[in-house]
């Protein structure tokens, strides 16, 4: 079974460009969340679909963050436009819906805006 | 809104040393509890969880957690590491009111080193 994947695993852009994250989860998981660390800080949470829908965004920082995962399979992340704040590693996470506290982590992409 | 308190950001253990990793939590209600760990270049992965019921719970490789109730606790144990311990660990929480599928909420994690 394929673990949960990130592409790409590396972005540098400037401040003021626009960046996708794309995340695809293990087949068959229909939840999926996406979190976020800033260098020395903590892992954060941004949000939170089952299938396609968004059960909870309560974590995104602002409008300039836009998550969708279309037809419940994978999911993007765009930040536009992006700004120095928004450097760290962005992970994606999916579980099982009848083993749903078992979250399985992505490897992340590290983001640096410059 | 919960928030999770890791107490030492750093430790460096000999090995064979036993090992205890403080998480304090803070939330008005019932949470489920979890100890994720991270090696290095790889992915973190659960290392154990608390719902309900027998507070000491057994994990993987040998650790071990206690869920102390009236000290809002839940301390990571392994009586003897290995070199290959060597990982950061993050101690999280979610509300048990969304049925344990919410998003975690994460401590700052614990960089263990242990030395030959």
């Known amino acids: 079974e394929a673990g949960v994947t990130q592409f790409p695993s590396h972005s540098v852009i400037e401040k003021g460009q626009t960046v996708t994250l794309r995340c695809d989860p293990i087949?068959?998981?229909?939840?999926l969340y996406w979190y976020r660390r800033v260098m020395g800080k903590e892992i954060k949470f941004l949000l939170h679909f089952v299938k396609e829908s968004k059960q909870d965004e309560s974590g995104m920082p602002n409008n300039r963050f836009l998550a969708e995962r279309t037809g419940g399979t994978y999911s993007t992340l765009k930040v536009q436009p992006a700004e120095l704040e928004d450097s760290g590693v962005y992970f994606c996470?999916?579980?099982?819906?009848?083993?749903?506290?078992?979250?399985?982590f992505g490897p992340g992409t590290r983001l640096t805006v410059t | 809104a919960q928030s999770v308190s890791q107490h030492n950001h750093h430790v460096i253990l000999s090995e064979a040393a036993s090992l205890e990793l403080g998480c304090n939590y803070s939330y008005g209600g019932t949470v489920n509890l979890f100890w994720y760990v991270q090696y290095p270049g790889q992915h973190l992965q659960l290392l154990l969880k608390?719902?309900?019921?027998?507070?000491l719970v057994k994990g993987i490789k040998g650790f071990e957690a206690e869920f102390i109730k009236s000290k809002f606790s839940f301390n990571l144990r392994k009586p003897s590491v290995q070199w290959s311990d060597t990982a950061e660990y993050f101690c999280a929480v979610n509300a048990q009111v969304g049925g344990g599928a919410d998003g975690l909420t994460f401590g700052k994690g614990t960089h263990l080193i242990i030395q030959p």
């Open positions: 608390y719902f309900s019921g027998d507070p």
């Open positions: 996470a999916s579980s099982h819906w009848d083993r749903y506290y078992e979250q399985y």
């Open positions: 087949s068959g998981h229909d939840n």
